[in-house]
């Protein structure tokens, strides 16, 4: 992947007054983007528009530099992503498009031409591209389906502009940086803003699966997909059917996502997911698959020894990180600053340390497993959903809640009684069919974080209410969906689209100038598992049932029946001690998070008084807290008063002025 951006000024400007007036703007945005596109920088000055594109060269290294013009109607384009698709569509197009290269990006560009806009529903891929079609003077953007690749946006009084990241937009003067009160409430609850809001005052983002186009001064934007939870159930499938459909589907996403002019390699949690892709991706590339982990000190977060068991099994070229917390520590203002999000978890800052290494290694591409959890109801938050179902039905019951214990091994529910569990998982056991009926609980434990705010920054935001927010951007059908559809919608809408994709899958690989393809997202998979029964998804309390079944072929037994824990990362530790980096004295201390305004001062100072002293022993609540105060502090320091681009990356910047 790369980074794009671009802005919009009056037309019939001179070429000389383009140049002059836009020409360093331009070069500070694609400079700014260099981490994502470090093999070059370019621009393109049009009649009324600026094109800036930095390259991380995947397909066609040669032929595939970006801006790209149709030379006879002077369409142009900048793309960040792949189309997996692009030999079918290159091979379908072939008589009306002479191809000068062999770029995908070539192929988006005749595919516009010859279909429009509307070209988006043909393609297979992570994607977001801007288009100018300067014959009805419209810029055009578009995002893929499940929001892989992020794309922001401002418009302001001088014109409308675009940029992969919101640094990119404060590198061209369009916004000066400032937090967005709204979108940080919303973060402190729901991990992630609510789209289009960002972190940012004036900056947003297009939604997934979304277009939009600007033309005569204003923005539209519609969706072009969106993913049907409430679908009848094909009844003619049988698990063996069902896992041969699977199986076709997954093999054949995997091998779409090999495609690249250099080495693919991918990552290996030790997890179903991760494993099942790199016994099918070692298959496909006849054995010389590269894998990456990531292992830490602390053996409570550890997972080396599942790690170097599917790698020695599938006799993988195999490397991986230890990170300790003293490690975590001192990556985290790097994480706060790609991320451009205030975080609740560090989880994403070993996944930069690990592409790090990847890049290190010389790789560029690799494969990872999101989207199993939400598309195949993985997570214990679908089981957690069928017993809060079955327990509402006889709210009064105290055996029914007992359930709830042996779906958090990792986390001390065993011990306690029904009162506590009727206080954390008895929320809206009163209203089974609220359309958030699934993640009441924790937006209510999120919900503390809000704590922690100043009066002032909570004054700012009292009319957000971060969960109505939500609600209000569903759609009016899921309410007649089935409990669990509502359930995978809203993950999917909410933590995969707005943190895992994002701020711990994006931007940490492209901190890094790596670029991560996601097979398990494939929209025909997801497309698939939306009509499945519910019984070979979730079966009892037996998560990913058809999947399992599925993977057994390729997957050691060990991985198959292993507890399943969620990815995470130590914080309290990182940040507290002896140990404790130099930057987190300055940013904890009461004068520095007065400055800044979002948190009390006092709050903060009690709070890392007491991870001080236990921080081993730091709560869930605790954590998140203090992991947000951190990241909120750092975004404030690094983005709220960024330094200049370097002058050394503008003048790197390659600009052409048509």
Known sequence: MCGIAGFTFSVGLSTEERRALFGDRARRMAASLRHRGPD?????????VALVHARLSILDPVGGSQPMRDRSTGVAIVFNGEIFNYLELREQLGSRYAFRTRSDTEVLLACYLHRGIDCVIDLLGQFAFAIYDPRIRTLWLARDRVGIVPLHFTETAEGFAFASEAKALFAGGWRAPALDA??????????????????????SQLPPASVGRWWKGRLETWRYWDLDLG???????????????????????????????????????????SSLLCGIAQSQLGGTLRTFSVAFADPSFDERAFQDEVATRLATRHRSVVVSSREIGELLPAVARHAEQVLLRSAPAPLWLLSRLVRACGTKVVLTG??????????????ETRVRQFWARRPDSRSRPALLRRLYPYLPMREQGHELLQQFFGIGLDDPGHPGFSHLPRWAASSRNL?????????????EDPVTSLLATLPARMRGWKPLARAQYLEMQTLLAGYLLSA????????????????????????FAAALPERLKLRGLAEKWLLRRYAARWVPPVILERDKYPYRAPIAAALTGPQAPGWAREVF??????????????????????????????????????TAVATTQLLADQLLAPGRVPQRDVDMVELETA
């Open 589 to 626: 201390s009461r004068e520095s998070v007065r400055k800044v305004g979002v948190f009390d001062e006092e709050k903060v100072e009690k709070l890392v008084a007491k991870l001080s002293v236990r921080s081993a022993a730091a709560s869930e609540a605790d954590g998140q807290a203090f």
């Open 231 to 273: 679908v009848e159930p094909r009844a003619e499938l049988d698990a063996a059917r069902a896992q041969e459909e699977l199986g076709a589907l997954l093999e054949d996403a995997v091998r779409l996502r090999l495609r690249a002019d250099v080495p693919v390699a991918a990552f290996l949690s030790g997890g179903l997911d």
């Open 504 to 527: 711990q899958g994006d931007r940490m690989l492209m901190g890094n100038s790596v670029e991560g393809r996601f097979p398990l997202l494939d929209h025909r998979l997801i497309e």
């Open 40 to 48: 070059a920088q370019r621009g393109l000055l049009l009649d009324g």
């Open 182 to 203: 709204r979108g940080v409430k919303q973060t402190l609850q729901l991990w992630s803003p609510v789209l289009p809001r960002t972190t940012f005052e004036g900056i």
């Open 370 to 383: 999101e989207g199993s959890d939400e598309i195949f109801l993985g997570y214990d938050l679908y089981r």
């Open 451 to 463: 704590r922690f705010l100043s009066r002032g920054f909570a004054e700012r935001a009292a009319k």
